[in-house]
């Protein structure tokens, strides 16, 4: 789980150095948009290895020996299994979770947050939770302890673990830090958050909280839409 700081003053500006997180973590290269196409494509590949064998060895025993079929749908159900364990493990990242903060703060928090946010975005707060962001990178779901990264086209969907490092906060106050973040330098955010999952939108979706599933809808379609271009000079 990565951890952001804290803070009540604007973060600075990609152009001005970044996050200051990124500073304790000289050994990863920051994340851009080949960097999240190489690691969908490493996900991809580490799932398929993880998943074939299953497959195959329920086919050759199944064509080998018809007997044996109860151990052939056993491996055939391992190989869905597998994925649906790391995709759980991804929707992880934003599933609710118990906060300190009293009924006021937590309020408090809410009338701050949606300040930061247009109606649409904490319209979809108030039903599921999560704040939505659009993003060069792609359209952001943003919880109090994690992220979901939903890439152009809808298909794939990025899980990352990253949180306010103070459980006092209230889930708001949580959400808020990590948008100011995001918008500081999303590639720096991108960078700092551990990647708990990356696999099909679907998937993803079907692993979280019923209430959160449309935020990952809207997100999807958003993420599907063409972007805006600029208006010519």
Sequence with gaps: ????????VPRPSAAAGGLPELAGMPWRRRVDDARLRRAGRGWTVSTTAH??????????????EPLATPVSLACFAHAWIIPELYAQRGANVVRPKPTKAGAGPEARALGLLGDLVGHEARDLHGETGLIMERGRLGVWLLGPAGALLVRPGGRRTHCLCVRVNDPQLPSADRI?????????????FATVANQSFSGATWRVRRRLAAVQRPALKVAAAAARAPRASADPA
Excluded: C
């Design 1 to 8: 789980m990565a951890d952001l700081v804290p803070t009540a």
């Design 51 to 64: 998943v074939v064998p299953f497959l195959t060895a329920g086919t050759v025993l199944f064509l080998v």
């Design 176 to 188: 808020a830090h990590l948008l100011l973040a995001l918008r500081a330098d999303e590639e720096g």
